[in-house]
């Protein structure tokens, strides 16, 4: 019997039907890759997967019968052969005129999503993104990222049906949250079926995928694709490689940044490991290192180009660090390892030079000694817990308040500016 490879990618010997038949898929393809195969020729209406032993036969139905023709003409003359995954696909006319008697995929509920993105930024919302919006519904195990002829698209796996059931209902056909997106990214709304997938593979966290199952998963060089040449994101600019230390550049210091400030604005996304701070290029930087490289993507996500204090000030810059581990010799007020127990911090020689006395959540301005001003207050709470000055009853506001002072002027009536929440800090 000769082998697949040897047969021939078209058979004639049945007339033409709008079902087609076709044979040497990838293991398990899914209803999406035949629709995206199809697509060009016509409106497929109907699948079958995963047929026969090897589970690499499948069929699918057009709307009618020109389609089908027009889609075995072409690939009969193309020297293109047709492919699914790299694989060459064999197509041939079916013996039935309809298939019948099989829900399409799209109809079977299952614990993984496939989800398009639509909008004209779609290509720029980011996995991270996709990953906040869909844990408002349960634990995400997985998420893969990719283009097709439908646009961006994402496949999100829940734990179970019933979580990806809750999951679809609510988000198809809505919108992502305004204040999740980047600024310049317009409206982008879901559109939500279900997937023949019920357990993704994924090889590297990177960009484009991530198993938020397993933190230990290498991660993917991002700034070197397959070919070897250097990839680019969406927006031109080079990928860079993620890590589990992020280094920050603090922008706009019109109030002191200190290791604590730091703990308490960067811990909100998860347990911090160690921090160090350093002075480079006339500025305050900091190193911050989390357990897994998934939390650092997501405070990098939510925390860059914002600012510490509501006004602009103190504004965050965040890449990733090459440093993996970073290495705290001595806790003093540069420098903290949060892994040791009862770490070891040097008292200050006079209690009224202690940045740290009385509440604990206030901070002196560095170099302010040509004007006098209040401390400003902490802001950071905890989730669920409750804000400390100009909060009001929300509680969720992750930056701190500017000081209050009433020789201050903050606007009309002399009001305190509004806080905000997640947006970036006026450029100055």
Known sequence: MSSVSSQPQFRYTQPPSKVLHLRNLPWECTEEELIELGKPFGTVVNTKCNVGANRNQAFIEFEDLNQAIQMISYYASSSEPAQVRGKTVYLQYSNRQEIVNNKTTADVVGNVLLVTVEGEDARMVSIDVLHLVFSAFGFVHKITTFEKTAGYQALV??????????????LDGRSIP???????????SLKITYSAHTDLTVKFQSHRSRD?????????????DSTGQVAVGVDGKKMEPESNVLLASIENMQYAVTLDVLHMVFAAFGDVQKIAMFDKNGGLQALIQYKDVQTAVVAKEALEGHCIYDGGFCKLHITYSRHTDLSIKVNNDRSRDYTMPNPPVPMPQQLGQNPYTGNPQQYHAAGGSHQQQ???????????????????????NPYMAPPSSSSMHYGPGGHMPPQHYGGPGPMH
């Not at 796996?157 to 209902?169: I, L």
């Open 157 to 170: 796996q829940f734990s179970d049906e019933e979580t990806a059931t809750s999951a679809k209902n609510a």
């Open 212 to 224: 938020y199952t397993n933190p230990y998963l290498p991660i993917a060089p991002s700034a070197i």
């Open 178 to 188: 305004r204040y999740l997106l980047a600024e310049q990214v317009g409206q982008c």
């Open 374 to 396: 209040q401390s400003p207050q902490g802001g950071w709470v905890q989730p669920g817990g409750q804000g400390s000055m100009g909060m009001g009853g929300g509680g969720h």
